[in-house]
């Protein structure tokens, strides 16, 4: 018989809950069983979403993706991760994101599916109403929902790009990758009417509510669509935070979303958007560059004005671990940096 | 932070008042410095609204202003420092406004009216400390700081029910230039207890006449309490629930609902809409669901449709129903939906989309609707069964709910008074004890719900009528008032209570933290006001006395 030990578990609103765990099982199954819902959604250790910071005790972490972990001290994936004595974990969600029981699985439609440029798709979902013609649980502004490819077992994790809604319209921003799964079946055989499976909100990475900091969101690609959400409930709720978008592509025929960014503006009164091309043609007027160096050169001013900021990054993991060595760099502390990256499933 | 203006505050053998990083409340320090922030500025409103109405040119928005900035520092109203920011800059420039129309004394106000409000959040919270409830403790003891806090935290309950009052279209000048000259007196920084004392029993008459207008409010807009049924299960098919004091808020909501296939439900301090003629005349408003305030969070979880939140008492919403609870008027919390002009088009979605009671509850309803036109219409009954002997005595418990165990002393109280005498009550401390029959006397029952604790006229109505049907004083009354305090809107109308020199007031379950011995010996005094002991204890006292 494997041996069990108790996980202590701080969540980013600095709550306290534990749950037993055998030496053979990973940490999310565990606390599964205690009714506990960790962040995870791959469970292979390829995705990064069920990060978390060992403070003390020993485990074992089995092999996973080098992007889905960054480097820092302690850092685990607790899909991989196997104690091996008590131990005291942080995990980035705050205490109502792992006590409200399992992600939900519904049937959605496909309302449109459409083209915004850029080797993009919008697509927009609205999911059936059940017996009592509930939708189903709320999201928050950037979590995000795994999609099922109809027919098949194969789900991806996307990103929502709407604010939340009592009609049920779910919107993501999805990028045609050659060869890929989801985006085949979306971009060769998916249409309006369709129905598939869909299983959220789930993720930890949300907007902070009620804060009076400036609001920084550094975004690569599709990267946006959380960020979209955040700005859309933002405007949504009134939130007059400061607030700068850095929304990065590589070049300009990359480039997508931008009407409704210039539309989103008009919401926001506070909200500047900087669109950075990282190699583009001769005539680009914006910012030349990746959202990180527009994000660090204007974080400087920001830091000298004594500006209470609050970070959110979302895209590759390059991007994500160089926003963040920069926003380190400049003093920002961990608590104020919020973060998901986007892995090739 | 530091804050000991309700009765949950923090109190240790050695100190008294919040001063962590929360409060008891949920308040963090950020967001109760700037509610300390916002009420120096209104302060600073005031003063300058004092010189206006001199001069004939009274600024009756900036008035309005106050109430609800005032208003959303009450313990459990808003607690979304966002807002507070917010309404900072707009104190500034209504300041700015009403500085013009103060003409040339302006110039020589000091203070609040001063006082440069900054744009930036760092450099306002910076300046907490002017604003602070004990500033300047060290010069003037704890004695005077208590008393200067006893006249805030009134004018802050007398602010909230004067806006209720401005919702139901109500308002009155007397008493606009009655709070500008209590917090325009606070903003000089008194010392002396005769001057301390005396304002606020004024501040307590004020409050009367908001009491007043108020009830009018109440009446023009949704008739008069008539004895009634509520229905406390539900019914099946799609669900509001409305929490908090608001009537008009509940009127708009049950007309905008009206033909939606959507039931509305009443919650804590609500209930009373259900005696309400203009209010029960609709279909949908189908019961009342859960108790008090500070059981919302395991109620609000078990009801499967969305609740608005329409003024205090709202404490940190559970994640089980965090994005289905919506604020409106003065309430707010961090990412929660406030809901603004009436329009409840969210709301409502948000109960279609969600799952309704599945079927009916059994059959159950309370009695409720004994405001004061109700009782005054038996009134020559109960004075035959007083002059008779068949009613002994009058007990007023009521007052506000909370979660301390000590407040069983009210379900305690009640349930061992004698079968000869009567218990009116008001406010959420009801729900302690409004589901026991206590049988009737002569046709009138025992146990009469008169409303509110917004409804407090109601009672100290009835209280004066039977005075003239006796002929003598309220406090010679076979009447004792018992009366459970939580928040301010319950400091406000014990000034009133203390302003009518109503004797021998039960105060419990504790003191308030801003009544210091010293003070304490002064209310004791003039008004033989009491703390609680025990039920048993109280009972005996107050019934030998009687006798």
């Given amino acids: 018989m494997s041996k069990t030990h108790t996980v202590h578990l701080t969540t980013h609103d600095h709550k306290d809950i534990s749950f037993d765990c055998r030496e053979d099982e990973h940490l999310i199954e565990a606390a599964a069983k205690a009714k506990i819902t960790l962040p995870s959604s791959c469970l292979e250790g390829n995705c990064g979403a069920c990060h978390g910071t060992c403070q003390s005790g020993d485990y074992e972490l089995k092999s996973h993706n080098k992007d889905a972990l960054p480097t820092e001290q302690g850092g685990i994936l607790m899909c991989r991760t196997y104690p091996k004595s008590d131990i005291n974990i942080e995990v980035p969600s705050d205490m109502a994101h792992i006590t409200s029981g399992p992600a939900a699985e519904r049937t959605a439609e496909i309302v449109s599916l459409t083209d915004t440029g850029g080797g993009v798709r919008h697509l927009v979902l609205r999911i059936l109403a059940g017996e009592n013609g509930d939708m189903g649980p709320q999201f928050e502004p950037g979590q995000f929902m795994e999609l099922e490819i109809p027919g098949t077992n194969v789900r991806r994790a996307y990103s929502l790009a709407n604010a939340p809604n009592w009609e049920g319209t779910l919107e993501f921003l999805i990028r045609i990758q050659p060869g890929g799964q989801f985006s085949s079946w979306l971009n060769d055989k998916a249409t309006t009417g369709d129905t598939l499976q869909i299983k959220g909100p789930e993720g930890a990475f949300v907007l902070q509510a009620g804060t009076l900091s400036a609001r920084r969101f550094v975004a690569g690609g599709t990267g946006i669509a959380p960020m979209l959400s955040m700005l859309e409930q933002m405007a949504d709720f009134q939130e007059a935070n400061e607030s700068r978008l850095y929304f990065g592509v590589n070049t300009e025929q990359d480039l997508f979303y931008l009407k409704e960014l210039e539309e989103l503006k008009g919401r926001l009164p506070n909200l500047t958007v900087v669109v950075c091309v990282w190699k583009p043609d001769n005539n680009w007027q914006g910012f030349t560059g990746s959202p990180v160096d527009a994000f660090e050169h204007d974080l400087k001013t920001d830091v000298e004005k004594g500006l209470s900021l609050e970070v959110y990054l979302c895209g590759p993991p390059g991007l994500v671990d160089a926003t963040q060595e920069a926003a380190q760099k400049n003093g920002l502390s961990a608590d104020s940096i919020h973060c998901e990256r986007f892995l090739p499933a | ?547």
């Fill in chain 2, 1 to 547: 932070m530091f804050c000991y203006q309700c009765e949950q505050t923090a109190r240790t053998d050695t100190s008294i008042g919040c001063n962590t990083e929360r409060g008891n409340c949920g308040k963090d320090a950020q967001t109760s410095d700037l509610q300390d922030l916002l009420i120096y500025a209104v302060k600073g409103i005031a003063q300058y609204n004092v010189l206006a109405r001199e001069n004939g040119q009274a600024d009756n928005e900036a008035s309005a202003f106050i109430l609800e900035a005032m208003f959303s520092t009450l313990t459990n109203v808003n607690f979304n420092a966002a807002r507070f920011t917010t309404m900072l800059q707009q104190a500034s420039s209504i300041r700015d406004r009403v500085k013009l129309a103060a003409g040339a004394k302006a110039a020589n106000v000091e203070g609040p009216a001063a006082w440069v409000i900054p744009a930036e959040v760092g450099e306002l919270l910076a300046q907490a400390e002017i604003a602070a409830v004990r500033a300047g403790e060290a010069e003037v003891g704890e004695d005077i700081i208590g008393l200067r806090a006893m006249i805030l935290y009134g004018a802050k309950g007398v602010c909230a029910y004067a806006y209720h009052a401005l919702m139901l279209e109500q308002q009155d000048d007397d008493v606009y230039a009655g709070i500008e000259k209590a917090l325009s007196f606070l903003a000089d920084n008194p010392t002396d207890v005769d001057a301390l004392v005396g304002q606020a029993l004024e501040l307590g008459n004020v409050n009367l006449r908001v009491m007043e207008i108020l009830d009018a409010g109440n009446k023009d807009k949704c008739g008069t309490p008539e004895p009634s049924q509520a229905r406390v299960t539900p019914k099946a098919g799609k669900a509001i629930l409305v929490s908090g004091h608001d009537m008009a808020d509940l009127a708009e909501l049950l007309k905008a609902t009206e033909g939606k296939g959507v039931n509305v439900y009443t919650h804590g301090e609500m209930l009373p809409a259900h005696s309400y003629p203009e209010l029960k005349k609709y279909d949908h408003l189908v019961g009342n669901y859960g108790t008090a305030w500070q059981n919302q969070q395991t109620e609000f979880a078990d009801f499967p449709g969305p609740i608005l939140m329409t003024s205090n008492c709202i404490i940190e919403p559970g994640p089980s129903y965090r994005q289905r609870i919506f604020t409106a008027g003065p309430v707010g919390w961090p990412g929660v939906r406030h809901i603004e002009n009436h329009d409840f088009t969210t709301l409502i979605q948000a109960a279609k989309g969600t799952a309704g009671f599945a079927e009916d509850g059994e059959d159950k309803s309370i009695t409720i609707g004994f405001g004061r036109d109700a009782v005054l219409g038996v009134a020559g009954t109960v004075v035959d069964a007083v002059k008779s002997g068949d009613i002994k005595h009058f007990f007023l418990v009521g007052g506000c709910d909370g979660a301390d165990t000590g407040r069983n002393y009210y379900s305690d109280f009640v349930e061992q008074t004698p079968n000869d005498t009567v218990i009116l009550t008001l406010g959420c401390a009801k729900y302690r004890f409004n589901d026991q029959d206590l049988g009737d006397i002569g046709g009138i029952p025992r146990l009469l719900d008169m409303g509110q604790c917004n409804d407090s006229y109601s009672a100290v109505q009835v209280a004066v009528a039977l005075a003239n049907a006796f002929e003598c004083e309220v406090n010679d009354l076979p009447l004792s008032l018992v009366v459970s305090w939580f928040e301010q809107k319950a400091a406000a109308v014990l000034l009133t209570l203390l302003a009518l020199n109503i004797k021998n007031i039960r105060l419990g379950p504790t003191l308030p933290a801003f009544i210091t011995p010293a003070v304490l010996d002064v209310l004791v005094d003039a008004f033989d006001i009491k703390a609680n002991t025990t039920p048993e204890a109280d009972l005996e006292a107050i019934l030998q006395k009687a006798s």
